[in-house]
């Protein structure tokens, strides 16, 4: 049998309406001390709020929306346990939608959700749909996370990809090379094109002319890695370095290096990007900038709150930091080596959503 208010209130010795409002009506005046008491003693008899009740009184669900476009991939899963781990500090839950990377299943889903008592939507890697009418209608808060298509809009949280290409180049020059080529991803695709800007800022930076002949577009896979560093192989002079904008590309790098007869890192050095757990368990393990996915996850379960509380407005795009994790294909000393494990992702822009400790 759930416990009832009247039992609290006759365990702790107060009144119905009082326990009632310390339990659920945070902003009513109660005595702190009398809150504390009517809370501990609920606490003690293992009462759960009933949210169907409390969302008829407060138009608030504490659900949320998640659209994916494809939960398979390797990026969403951390992602989505960033906001969840967030949103369980608050009491929140969230529901999860595959839209299989098609605008009408996104579409669907959204009138889905907008029709449903959910507080708010997170897309996660989905942004076909970025500047839809009905759910600008429909007045529900909503955050981008990871969002791989289009220009820079309000309400997302991405990683940092600019930075995160400057690290990767300005790691290698530090390790003296000059003749840095990269591989970089589709064209058209927002990290693509701004690891692309990093990369030459980075150049620029160190005094490095830039040389068109040491790029390569790719398709983020590794047959595309491969091909691409096969066609930087027949440059003379070929590349001392190589920057691969994914993971699954620096391991094709890395295999047609070897297939051409030449060593990882001693004749040409390989830096990729996203830190795949599989970077750590091929030879030579691979040195990679992080995606920093948790944290985008969190980030972006922080906004919405924020907005659920606050109400819906437009919000910057924030960028989150990743890091370097040097291993061996980079040639660096071992004495350098980033422990495994550290989270040191940062935000370059962080909003605090304080939490209400009468909750």
């Not at 590794?222 to 590349?239: H, K, M, Q, T």
């Amino acid at each position: 049998m759930p416990v009832t208010l009247e039992a609290i209130a006759k365990a702790a010795g107060f009144s119905v309406s009082t326990v009632s409002r310390a339990l659920t009506n945070p902003d009513y005046p109660v005595n702190p001390a009398t809150r504390q008491r009517i809370q501990e003693v609920a606490r003690a008899m293992g009462y759960k709020p009933n949210l169907a009740a409390r969302s008829l009184r407060t138009d608030q669900t504490n659900t949320i929306g998640i659209i994916a476009d494809d939960i398979l991939s390797p990026f969403v899963p951390p992602i989505i346990r960033g906001i969840q781990d967030y949103l369980k500090q608050y009491d929140y839950l969230s529901l999860i939608v595959n839209s299989d990377w098609d605008p009408d299943i996104e579409q669907d889903a959204i009138n889905a959700l907008i029709s449903r008592p959910v507080d708010g939507i997170i897309f996660v890697e989905s942004s076909h749909l970025a500047r839809n009418e009905s759910l600008q209608q429909s007045g529900k808060p909503y955050i981008f996370a990871h969002r791989l298509f289009g220009s820079t809009i309000q309400n997302s949280v991405v990683p940092d990809d600019h930075y995160g290409a400057t690290l990767a180049v300005r790691h290698l020059v530090s390790l003296g090379h000059r003749r840095i080529a990269i591989i970089n991803g589709r064209e058209g695709w927002h990290s693509a094109e701004r690891r692309y800007e990093g990369y030459q800022a980075e150049l620029k930076a160190q005094g490095i002319e830039f040389d068109p002949a040491l790029v390569q577009w790719g398709d983020w896979e590794y047959e595309g890695g491969y091909n691409a560093a096969r066609a930087l192989l027949d440059i003379s002079p070929r590349p001392t370095a190589i920057f691969a904008a994914n993971d699954l590309m620096a391991l094709g790098t890395v295999c047609a290096i070897q297939d051409a007869g030449l060593r990882v890192p001693q004749d040409i050095a390989v830096v990729g990007y996203d830190n795949r757990e599989f970077t750590r368990i091929v030879r030579p393990k691979i040195t990679t900038v992080s995606m920093p996915v948790y944290e985008m996850g969190r980030t972006a379960a922080e906004l919405l709150l924020k907005q659920i509380a606050e109400g819906r407005q437009a919000l910057d795009e924030i960028k989150i930091k990743g890091q370097l994790f040097i291993r061996e294909t980079c040639g660096a000393d071992p004495s350098q080596q980033t422990p495994e494990g550290v989270d040191m992702a940062t935000v370059t822009r962080r909003v605090l959503l304080r939490k209400d400790p009468d909750r």
